[in-house]
Nanobody, 127 residues
Framework: QLQLVESGGGLVQPGGSSRLSCAAPGFTLNYYAIGWFRQAPGKEREGVICISLSDDNTYYADSVKGRFTVSRDNAKNTVYLQMNSLKPEDTGVYYC????????????????????WGQGTQVTVSS
């Protein structure tokens, strides 16, 4: 059973940066698109960004374009979410999720399509 383990996050000042990691110990992520989702207090979980098998980034939250990027290190079975120029509205619990995809370029923001989820990590942007 594929398990995703997230790390990173915490308290960050506005304008700062943070990098989240999503690791799959003992499993290869080579066949999975990885989506990052976030959930702010009192709100539904929303898709933020996804990385396909081709390593293309697809943005689902316009507010993060130009500030967030996703990359993968296949040798480490780990995907990274780099977040720059953080804003208070980026605050929330961030989840990574894996989706075994039918095509090389496929990504999705649909929560229901993802089969495996990390435990979530809190990111708080505040001074």
């Amino acid at each position: 059973q594929l398990q995703l383990v997230e790390s990173g996050g915490g308290l960050v000042q506005p304008g700062g940066s943070s990098r989240l990691s999503c690791a799959a110990p003992g499993f290869t992520l080579n066949y999975y698109a990885i989506g990052w989702f976030r959930q702010a207090p009192g709100k539904e979980r929303e898709g933020v960004i996804c990385i396909s098998l081709s390593d293309d980034n697809t943005y689902y939250a316009d507010s993060v374009k130009g500030r967030f990027t996703v990359s993968r290190d296949n040798a480490k079975n780990t995907v990274y979410l780099q977040m720059n120029s953080l804003k208070p509205e980026d605050t929330g619990v961030y989840y990574c999720a894996a989706l075994r995809v039918p095509t090389y370029y496929y990504c999705s923001a649909n929560v229901d399509e993802y089969e495996y989820w990390g435990q979530g990590t809190q990111v708080t942007v505040s001074s």
